[in-house]
């Protein structure tokens, strides 16, 4: 369907770890990396963990996704491990940031004045809400060509007002 929209497939898609999300995107992108939103993993690591004394552990974790550079990420990443394996209410903890710790980093890949805006799906959950928005509003849609419409009319909004300095986000087909 992208083709048919005249866009390229993406070279980045950012999601959550669902299992069918995950095998529908390795299927319909072929080439395209994957990398699970660090905003839904540390959410997912954080139910892990105790409630009580945490506080430190939770500042750790999040510094280690906020990192400039993968080597330093990386580091954070170990010496967290390093720190609390020894403490038995963190075993799930380690073993879950352990296991999806690679699947969140593929955004260092990329240039690093990119990385914040690509490490979460905060920007799409945004973009989406503001469709529903605009959609509420209107209702109902006479034709498909119309809601096509609209949607167009939220991301040309978009790229006017936030691609400040050239930096894009959303390709079209003559990227």
């Known amino acids: 369907m992208l083709n048919e929209k005249g866009l390229q497939l993406?070279?980045?898609?950012?999601?959550?770890a669902h299992e069918g999300l995950?095998?529908?995107?390795q299927e319909e992108f072929l080439g395209t990396s994957w990398q699970r939103?660090?905003?839904h993993f540390l959410r997912n690591i954080m139910e892990t963990m105790p409630r009580k004394n945490t506080a430190?552990?939770?500042?750790?974790?999040k510094e280690i996704f906020k990192a400039p550079t993968v080597e330093i990420s990386r580091a954070l990443k170990?010496?967290?491990?390093?720190?609390?394996?020894?403490?038995?209410?963190?075993?799930?903890?380690?073993k879950t940031l352990d296991e999806g710790y690679e699947d969140a980093i593929q955004?260092?890949?990329e240039p690093a004045n990119t990385h914040k805006h690509i490490r979460t799906t905060n920007t799409l959950e945004r973009l989406n809400?503001?469709?529903?928005?605009?959609?509420?509003?209107?209702?109902?849609f006479p034709n498909e060509d119309s809601?096509?419409?609209?949607?167009?009319?939220?991301l040309m909004d978009l790229d006017e007002n936030l691609d400040k300095g050239n930096k894009r986000f959303i390709y079209g087909q003559n990227q």
């Open 10 to 16: 993406p070279k980045l898609v950012i999601s959550d």
């Open 22 to 25: 995950k095998a529908a995107i």
């Open 37 to 39: 939103c660090t905003v």
């Open 56 to 61: 430190e552990a939770r500042r750790h974790l």
């Open 78 to 94: 170990d010496e967290f491990i390093e720190k609390y394996e020894g403490d038995r209410r963190f075993e799930k903890v380690i």
């Open 107 to 109: 955004f260092y890949a």
């Open 129 to 140: 809400s503001e469709i529903r928005r605009r959609e509420r509003v209107i209702r109902i």
């Open 147 to 154: 809601a096509f419409r609209l949607i167009g009319a939220v």
